[in-house]
């Protein structure tokens, strides 16, 4: 979902986890609720719980017997690199850490739609660049259904299989989709490369452009 | 000279060590009236007699009672009324402008009263020490929750968490880093209730003992009760430390 800010991006992710409830509409999935996982920018560990128990946590909520969820936890970190910092408390780990950390901790309840709100807005470029093919590798793998949010053109073209793009809000809508043909398995910097890229961006630019030049001229 | 921060604490020491002997000889030589300020060897004395003689210890059993009483009173009915009030926007309404009045005023004025109430016993030192340190941990706790961070009430909530493990897992641990935060002062509190209360009636007791040496003009004794509580809050600070220390290594 690709859209002006404002358009209620955040809002929709958070409709459809239970966070807030819709002002019109209704959400429908044919999920269970604890199948939905989501990832916020500014994703916060607890920070009196270790890394390890952070992420065994959520499995524990899943009704998950204590040693299970420790085993599966610290798989999850390992899967995420992070094996070894386990026994460290949030404070003490890097942000991209951390990150994935709260990613471990989403992923371990194998979750079937992970919703994503500008996840990985706060990391640098490389870390950044890391976790996100991380995160692509074994979102291919698992099979999970994602729906990102973000304001980023590029991300939203090398991760996405179909592009929406809201119109300025309020009362934003869909106004086209895109769909995304660069072939799966992804390798997030080579997918930059790919010959459908450039137009597609170029097309996405222009058109979101309009969205928010239209919410500018009518402002005026 | 560059000072090394390491050993600011010898420094502090010998500094402390050059003072004391100023004033030992400074005392001997006859240069301060003994009436206003013993010399160190003398409040030594005085504090070395009130243990060999035994006469200090339930005038110590009284204070600590009193404090501890209070301060362990004061925390579980503050905690208890800072969580009803965050949870309960009714009775915060009410209560909050008490506390808040009760927190403005010096809470020591309230000592007479108590002794008026409770009598000269234990259980108006008690009850100031309460009050005291009741309302400190009161703000502490309702603030704790009220401040908690949204981002891990959502982060529990959307794992699945329920009710009681937002309890457990969010609530809880801030309000316990909140009231721990508080911990040094309220003990600090605790003793100044005591203390104070024995001041204004008492039979007993380290404030009983400091009157009874200010009326005897006794002012060895007076240096040597002095020193006494500051050993004893200091004590009592490091094993808060240590406590809050090892709660907190997430911190």
């Known amino acids: ?220 | 000279m560059v000072l090394d921060p390491a050993r600011a604490w010898m420094r502090q020491l010998l500094a402390f060590a050059i003072l004391l002997a100023i004033w030992e000889t400074a005392g001997r030589a006859g240069l301060l009236n003994p009436l206003y300020f013993p010399s160190p060897g003398r409040i030594g004395e005085a504090l070395t007699e009130l243990f060999e003689t035994g006469r200090i210890w339930p005038h110590l059993e009284a204070t600590f009672s009193a404090a501890i009483a209070g301060l362990v009173l004061g925390i579980v009915v503050g905690i208890v009324i800072g969580v009803v009030a965050a949870l309960v926007p009714l009775f915060a309404e009410l209560i909050e402008p008490v506390m808040t009045l009760l927190n403005a005023i010096p809470r020591v004025i309230l000592a007479p009263l108590f002794v008026i109430w409770l009598g000269i016993g234990v259980a108006s030192k008690v009850a100031l020490a309460f009050i005291l340190v009741a309302v400190l941990i009161f703000f502490a706790t309702f603030a704790g929750i009220r401040q908690v961070d949204r981002r891990l009430v959502e982060r529990v909530v959307t794992l699945g968490g329920d009710r009681w493990a937002l309890v457990r897992h969010v609530y809880l641990p801030s309000v316990a880093a909140w009231v721990m935060s508080n911990l040094k002062v309220a003990v600090g509190f605790a003793f100044t209730g005591a203390v104070v209360g024995e001041f204004v009636a008492a039979t007993r007791g380290l404030g009983y003992l400091l009157s009874f040496a200010q009326s005897t003009y006794n002012s060895a004794l007076m240096f040597a009760l002095v020193l006494l509580i500051m050993v004893i809050v200091l004590v009592i600070f490091a094993i808060a430390g240590r406590l809050e220390k090892r709660l907190f290594r997430w911190n």
Request: hydrophobic fraction near 45%; charge should be neutral.
């Open chain 1, 1 to 220: 979902m690709l859209g002006p800010s404002g358009s209620g991006k955040s809002s929709l992710l958070r409709a459809v986890i239970g966070l807030q409830e819709p002002l019109a509409g209704t959400v429908e999935a044919e999920l269970d609720r604890s199948e939905i996982g989501i990832l916020f920018q500014d994703d916060a560990l607890l920070p009196w719980r270790t890394a390890h128990d952070n992420v065994a946590l959520g499995l524990r909520f899943q009704g998950h017997e204590p040693r299970r969820a420790n085993e599966e936890a610290e798989a999850w970190l390992g899967r995420l690199g992070l094996a070894g910092f386990g026994g460290r408390f949030p404070r003490h780990l890097s942000g991209g850490q951390r990150k994935r950390v709260a990613l471990a901790q989403v992923l371990a309840r194998k979750p079937r739609l992970l919703l994503m709100d500008e996840p990985f807005a706060s990391l640098d470029a490389i870390v950044r660049q890391r976790i996100v093919q991380d995160l692509v590798d074994l979102v291919e793998r698992e099979r999970i259904a994602v729906l990102l949010v973000t304001h980023d053109l590029e991300e939203a073209l090398s991760l996405s299989d179909v592009v929406y793009l809201l119109s300025q809000g309020p009362r934003a809508h869909i106004t086209q989709h895109y769909p995304v043909p660069i072939p799966r398995p992804r390798n997030v910097v080579h997918a930059r490369m790919h010959a459908a890229f450039a137009p597609l961006y170029e097309r996405l630019w222009h058109d979101l452009s309009r969205e928010v030049g239209g919410a500018c001229a009518e402002a005026a």
